[in-house]
């Protein structure tokens, strides 16, 4: 961490920086660093000339441990996102090849209160001092007039006046002046591996003496679950792609896992000395990402499930004994659309902390009692949270690669550790911190479908995804490059560059080129939004409480189908650009439609098929059985084709004319389910190889005691 420096404000640019609070500021919002871009910013302007090597910094921000390059592009990365939400229209932190990074803006020491009050002390002291001085002088200009005798007595009498002031000032600064700010966590040592393999290893669990781990290993579509019980030696308890997620039970002798294949989601308990004897004991959605947990005396366990999708994730406990289940949480959708994101019963079983999410990069609390369920503590954290744990009588948080350590009876937020890469999973015993991370990154191919060639059309160590081409050939994809979503475009021949960010909170977007070429639609945060291409400008189409998801342009460009459950269960309804009206145009349910003269070609949100609607006579069929609704996200209709994705095949195309439906591409290798075809041109994404292992944090000794 760096120095305290002596004054506790900088002007940098248009900007001011308060490192006594960890504020940024403009003349009209006021910012909180987390704590990566408050150190990195730290030492930007203690650096001379305000540059950074990338040794300097791994030196500094991480003791010098090997870091990724992604650790250090994501500090950086942090902190140009703090300047650019405040100041957009400036550059504050240029890139230097080869060298490392600088601050490019002027730094200016500002005075707070504190740094004026010394300063007064001080001129209080000169100036009383003054006289002293000016004796002194005086007498060294007429040696023969002043005796020395005279000059002794004034001196000691100057000394003896300004000590009392001089006392003063010492004590002002053993006291009132603020201290070297100190590293603020004890996990300053470098963490231990605990499983390096190939692959990806998450969804970690601890036995409560944490001799005993369990976690699931991936790599090249294989899924193994293993169990680890001393360093190095471990040993293969199943291997099987339908497993979900597993956790062993604190005292180390059961596991449980959640299995999900067509035939349904299953919760099943077994012994580890017994594994074949497996018994099920709670059914879950098929819909959902379920998460699961044991309680603390090893009987029971928690739940993670949702009734469908377009519910909020509640949480359950189940009892193993008497196979009673209780429901915990019940959250509404308005107040969060997603539900519970994490929990955790403490040591003690007396207590279970809850984490919700909501909307704008915030994070609901809640301590309950474990055994009534009773809301001890409820809290609003300003940060994004994924994953909690108790360490001690406190909470264990991560939020991307950040640990945080957060006190509920004080309300404070303290950083602990910067993993690197982002957490997966962790789990804390006495006081040794477990933690699983992992990094992804995402390109765009291109796929020619008469050559059957394919070449990477956009690369780059981030996330890439959603590419949308038009019919001139511009590529408009998402990117999150500079740590946060945006629309970013290759025009055709051109390099791709950024267009603009997307408004309101992090969310799911999907975009679509306008007929013309000229703009993109996407629906944010309930709202459905234009942004024209040649200005980067955004307007509002349809308003946030009509709470709109996927939306499709009519072929003539004159309005637009949308899906929407302003009414109630999601249907599609027609928006007219020249009047601004919307109708609705499904009563059975309707997800993502193209409208082709009067016949309506849509899928829907609950049920496999695709449907076409008459909208003269009102007569609905399907029109495809084997579409399964994973497709609401990309299926597309252009030119009498219908191109669809079917699991375990690939890209099909139906061809409307004749009814003709055949397989157009094998799935790639790690495809993601974001495509687009144009002018016999595929583009979609490929993800990276997952990279996460798991690492043991001790903290450092105190060697005072």
């Known amino acids: 961490m760096p120095a305290q420096h002596t004054h506790q404000q900088f002007l940098i640019g248009q900007l001011t920086f308060d490192s006594g609070s960890r504020e940024l500021c403009s003349a009209t919002e006021r910012l909180y660093l987390e704590p990566q871009a408050y150190q990195l910013l730290s030492l930007f302007i203690t650096a001379e000339q305000g540059q950074l090597s990338r040794d300097q910094m791994i030196e500094l921000l991480w003791a010098g441990r090997v870091v990724s390059e992604s650790a250090i592009n994501k500090s950086v990365s942090l902190l140009r996102k703090a300047f650019a939400q405040l100041d957009p229209a400036t550059t504050y932190i240029e890139t230097l090849p080869k060298v490392g990074y600088r601050l490019c803006q002027t730094v200016t020491p500002q005075m707070t209160e504190m740094s004026e009050k010394a300063e007064n002390v001080q001129h209080a002291v000169n100036s009383t001092a003054k006289p002293a001085i000016e004796v002194e002088s005086t007498t060294a200009a007429h040696p023969a007039v002043v005796k020395s005798s005279g000059l002794k007595t004034k001196l000691i009498l100057g000394v003896l006046w300004t000590a009392p002031l001089l006392f003063f000032v010492l004590w002002f600064f053993i006291t009132l002046a603020p201290e070297p700010e100190k590293l603020p966590t004890p996990y300053i040592n470098e963490p231990v591996p605990v499983s390096h393999a190939q692959g990806v290893d998450y969804d970690l669990s601890l036995s409560k003496d944490g001799s005993t781990l369990l976690y699931l290993s991936a790599e090249a579509g294989k899924k193994q679950l293993i169990l ?18 597993a956790a062993l039970s604190p005292d180390g002798l059961q596991v449980l896992w959640v299995k999900q294949h067509q035939q349904g989601c299953v919760v099943e308990w077994f012994l580890i000395e017994a594994p074949d004897q497996k018994k099920t004991v709670a059914s879950c ?174 690369g780059s160590s981030k996330v890439d995804r959603m590419p949308r081409v038009n019919h001139k050939g511009d590529l408009a994809f998402l990117s999150q490059r500079s740590g946060k979503d945006q629309i970013w475009l290759q025009p055709a021949g051109q390099n791709e560059y950024q267009l603009a960010d997307l408004p309101g909170s992090p969310a799911f977007v999907r975009l679509q080129w306008s007929p013309d070429g000229e703009s993109l639609i996407f629906s944010k945060d309930g709202a459905l939004w234009q942004l024209m291409v040649a200005s980067g400008q955004s307007r509002v189409l349809v308003a946030p409480d009509k709470q709109v998801e996927v939306a499709n342009w009519m072929a003539d460009g004159s309005g637009i189908i949308y899906c929407s459950k302003q009414s109630g269960d999601w249907q599609l309804w027609q ?28 899928s829907k949100f609950h049920q496999d098929g695709l449907f076409v609607l008459d909208l003269i006579s009102g007569e609905e069929q399907q029109l495809i059985a084997d579409f399964n609704k994973i497709n609401w996200l990309n299926w597309s209709l252009s030119d009498g084709q219908i191109y669809y994705y079917q699991p375990d095949q690939g890209i099909r195309q139906y061809q409307l004319q004749n009814k003709e439906n055949s397989l157009l591409l094998a799935t790639p290798e790690r495809f993601v389910h974001h495509y687009d075809i144009q002018n016999q041109q595929l583009f979609y994404v490929k993800a990276g190889v997952p990279k996460g292992d798991i690492y043991k944090l001790a903290p450092a000794l105190d060697k005072t005691k």
């Open 228 to 245: 680890q019980q001393d360093p190095g030696k471990t040993q293969l308890l199943a291997e099987d792609k339908d497993l979900l997620t």
């Open 285 to 458: 959605n098929t819909d959902s990402v379920v998460k699961i947990a044991w309680q603390n005396d090893s009987k029971g366990f928690y739940l993670r499930d949702r009734a469908n999708k377009i519910q909020p994730y509640a949480l359950s406990r189940y009892r193993l004994d008497t196979m009673a289940k209780e429901q915990i949480t019940n959250p509404l959708s308005a107040e969060s659309p997603t539900g519970e994101l994490a929990f955790a019963e403490s040591d003690d079983g007396k207590k279970l902390a809850v984490l919700r999410y909501l909307e704008n990069q915030q994070t609901q609390l809640f301590i309950l009692d474990s055994s009534s369920f009773a809301v001890l503590t409820q809290k609003t954290l300003p940060l994004q949270a994924t994953n909690i744990d108790w360490l001690a009588d406190q909470l264990l948080l991560s939020k991307d690669a950040e640990l945080l350590q957060y006190n509920a009876d004080t309300d404070q937020l303290e950083f602990l550790f910067y993993t690197g890469r982002t957490v997966q999973s962790l789990a804390v015993v006495d006081q040794q911190i477990y933690y699983a991370d992992y990094e992804l990154d995402a390109d765009i191919w291109q796929h020619d479908l008469k050559a059957d060639k394919a070449r990477i059309r956009i």
């Open 575 to 602: 928006l007219d650009l020249t009047t601004a009206t919307s109708k609705q145009l499904t009563q059975q349910g309707g997800y993502s439609g193209y409208l082709v003269k009067d016949q309506l070609y849509f």
